[in-house]
């Protein structure tokens, strides 16, 4: 007896209808993919009607994987499921990254799966608009074609022949990265373009984009690198000694730490930055603003660029550093252990987020707590989930307290972290006035408070130097802007950078700006600066002003570092900075000597 689902298989319309769809379901996939890149349907258009060749690059690259995995499960449902699976999965990877800090998916991004719960606590704004639905749509097709029993007939001896041949094909372009590349630039995909993600994603969509990433993971020698070389770069540089007693240090990377007065038609009461307005006027200080290459988030780059005084820029952009460290890496903390400081590095987050864990001794830290160690330590409070700035600070002075002098304590904040939801009226201190929406108002309000909140620890650890026997420096400063809402659009409502979208030189160079500041109990050497206010450095050059200001001994390499601030005080690759050859050949050198020291043989070690 024939049951409906027998009758509904052998039907010739329900049959064609299951077979027809099967041609749609790759541009499916395409679409999920690229709509979740760009955000809106109205610029996944654009991106159709002004970028024919990555499109057709990225509908052919899906549907030759559809096919490739249908020949292999023979089940058209089977096919979907996994084809579309793995869709909707790199399309949300993609969408929670982008949301997190700014930064598109990148391959490498895989080994943070295991950090996907500490990822799902980050995100601001939610769950990917429409995703809910296109689930939907994916798991009725699915099954559609599973009622109708669309499969591949079992008797073609040519299917795993086939599958055989597209997979080795495939391999074979993925090993060959030369002619791989020449494929990408018959379809207008060009691997300069990942010198910037952000240029990358926008001009090559996902799938190109991902394709140009697979390519750019190898890092190879930059030109001319060579014993000879880097002996050279060094030769004339012998580094010099401590010109004074020893400072103890005071390094504290502030989470999303800017000055929001900046952002057009805001009227604040109180003021949120009093003491760092007031603690940038004594004569002991000198301030400025920092140029990082994060924005809205990826903490870890701008931190290893100050930590080393070496060029993340070298990596793949979206890359994250620490995963490069694998060996005793030569950089400022190293520096400061070899003169016989202790160091320690405080973070009250999970230990081995961003590879910390491993990384940190590798760079030269003596000890270092994550929040899973902070209860021998002292208590933590809490605010919006973080540990509160204030309890940090706490524990802060009580663990330089303990440390040997000369001590390197390094701390990195939690409280400003995104999302920036609207806070209870008795937590809020600080209250805004904006022509924003409501919406954008709140996260503004929000993170306003925790400002507020990170400035009253700068004066309270300003205070705490002043209280300190022995020669103190506190070194201040923001890693990178905050990302108001999940794309930023309170900083698109007000203006701020001229247009989010911009890429120009004046724009980023707002884009891409921090505030920071260095201060002691005792008088400080002008070193690099030429002004006690409004100096500009960029990250790598961070330490090696402090290091001036204190008199602290010199090292071939940042001896180097000092003359290359003289050519050019800010420079990197987010900024589209207009080249000279001079910087060029800074560019050049410091990223040199980074590849010697993570990939290369360690000449300059």
Known sequence: MKTGLDILRRNQFCRAL?????PLFPMFCWGVLEYYNFGSLTKVLGFVRSRTGPVLFGLLVVGL????VLLVFRRAAAACAVTGGISFGLAYINYMKLALNGNHFFPKDVQMAKQAGSLLSFLSGGLPKWMGPALAVFLIWCVGLAVLGTALPRGVPLRPFCAASLAALCLVFCADGQRTIAVLNRFDIYIEDTRLQSINYERNGFVGAFALNLQSMNIKPPAGYSRETMEELLAEYQGTPSAQENFDVILVLSESFSDIREMPELAFEPNPLTNYDAIRERDNCYSGRLYSNAFAGGTVRPE???????????????????????????GYVSHYKDAGYQTAALHPYLRDFYDRSRAYPLLGFDAFYGL??????GELDFKRGYASDASLERIMESVLEEMEAPAFLFAITMEGHQPYDP????????TVTSGLTQEATQTVTTYTQCLYDADQMLGRLADFVDRRERPTVLIFFGDHRPALLAYYEAHDENDLFLNMVSYEYENMLVKYSTPFLIYANRTLDPGLFHGRTENELSTYYLLEAAARCTGFQETPYMELLGDFYQIAPVYNDQLNM?????????????????YDRLLGEGYTQ
């Open 372 to 377: 899973e160690d902070f209860s021998k330590l």
């Open 423 to 430: 806070l209870p009226a008795e937590e809020q201190t600080v």
């Open 578 to 594: 207009p080249l000279t050859p001079e910087l060029e050949e800074t560019i050049q050198a410091r990223r040199l000597v980074t």
């Open 18 to 22: 299951g077979w027809a769809s099967l």
């Open 304 to 330: 290893f660029e100050i930590l080393t005084g070496l060029d993340s820029e070298l990596l793949p952009d979206g890359a994250t550093p620490h995963e490069y460290i694998k060996r005793s890496l030569a």
């Open 65 to 68: 994987a559809f096919v490739l």
